[in-house]
């Protein structure tokens, strides 16, 4: 039987992140994808693209992970952008009930600074709560430098600091993403598991963000978990995903493109 891979994550209708675009990556790798969706995301096109988010009530979240388990046998998941402490305290709580053998945090951060408020209170839990039970963290350069407490990431050195940082810390194998931020003309990610440093790059395909990388990055760590790989073969595998998925991006109407994952063959 096809293995199976379970997404915890938001909905973004668009279909450029989130729980749309962690099936996708699964569906491209081979993977059969199930998702339990945290909340609901869609961009208002009347303010700038910013975004309206919806939570889902937690105890649908926890009825959705409990539906999925009892149908398959999943033993890795993909935990996307969760939003909410009370989302957060859901899905530990799920997580906590279950003997996961590999769980991917791609750990969506959202207080850009110190002040107090939902945002920082978020942040907190999700470093709290849910980083403990990951074993498989995802950070991109601004969830990175929060992680490990640096004050600048500006090389790949300092990338790979952050990186051991981040090990030591909470114990979990990492994949840090310098992307188009860190300057020369590759993307760097870092990936490091307490033995290994790996540098995995690829050339920039220009200097913007495409929406929906970092999902299909950890949806590939994700899916190759699944399947069977070792890390370091789910980090090398996921940044040729990504790298294509940039290369083939959709257009449309918004000022960002997406990336697309049809056209990736392993």
């Known amino acids: 039987m096809t293995h199976v891979a379970l997404a915890i994550a938001g909905s973004e209708a668009t279909g450029g992140a989130g729980a749309q675009t962690d099936l996708k990556t699964f569906h491209q790798l081979g993977t059969f994808g199930t998702a339990a969706l945290t909340c609901i995301v869609s961009f208002d096109p009347k303010n700038d693209w910013g975004h309206r ?4 009530e937690p105890q649908v979240i926890r009825d959705q992970i409990e539906a999925t388990t009892a149908v398959h046998d999943i033993d890795t998941v993909k935990i996307g952008m969760l939003g909410t402490p009370a989302t957060i305290d859901a899905v530990a709580a799920s997580l906590a009930e279950r003997d996961f053998t590999n769980v991917v945090l791609d750990p969506v951060l959202i207080c850009k600074g110190q002040e107090p408020g939902a945002a920082l209170d978020t942040d907190n839990a999700l470093k709290e709560k849910i980083l403990p039970l990951a074993t498989f963290v995802t950070p991109n350069h601004f969830e990175t430098l929060s992680l490990s407490g640096m004050e600048s990431i500006e090389t790949v050195e ?3 600091e952050a ?3 981040i090990h030591d810390t909470y114990d979990v194998t990492v994949l840090a993403k310098g992307g188009v931020v860190l300057p020369g003309v590759d993307a760097v990610d870092v990936f490091y598991d307490g033995e290994q440093i790996v540098q995995l790059a690829s050339p ?9 990388a970092g999902c299909t990055l950890a949806a590939a760590v994700t899916a190759e978990l699944a399947k069977g790989a070792s890390e370091l073969e789910a980090a090398r595998a996921a940044k040729a995903v990504v790298t294509s998925s940039i290369e083939n991006r959709q257009g449309g109407h918004a000022p960002f493109e997406a990336v697309y994952q049809g056209a990736y063959r392993a």
Do not use: M, N, Q
């Open 204 to 212: 920039k395909i220009g200097e913007e963000r495409v929406s929906g």
């Open 53 to 56: 988010f919806v939570p889902v």
């Open 158 to 160: 300092d990338l790979t």
């Open 163 to 165: 990186a051991k940082r």
